[in-house]
């Protein structure tokens, strides 16, 4: 498994989950945040440099 792939792949985790449980818990702008942030990290690659 790559590394950056899983750190990734936590941190999405995290987000959704946090914005699950701030969703139940009736925060609704907080919980929209957190599911955005998840959506970002999970399609967002990082840039790598080009050799010129």
Same mark, same amino acid.
């Given at each position: 498994?790559?590394?950056?792939?899983?750190?990734?792949?936590?941190?999405? +985790?995290?987000?959704?989950?946090?914005?699950? !449980?701030?969703?139940?818990?009736?925060?609704? #702008?907080?919980?929209?945040?957190?599911? +955005?942030?998840?959506?970002?990290?999970?399609? !967002?690659?990082?840039?790598?440099?080009?050799? #010129?």
């Amino acid at each position: 498994m790559n590394t950056p792939t899983f750190y990734r792949d936590i941190a999405t +985790g995290l987000f959704f989950i946090g914005g699950v !449980l701030s969703f139940v818990s009736g925060q609704f #702008i907080l919980s929209t945040m957190l599911f +955005g942030t998840a959506s970002l990290t999970a399609n !967002l690659h990082p840039a790598k440099p080009v050799r #010129i």
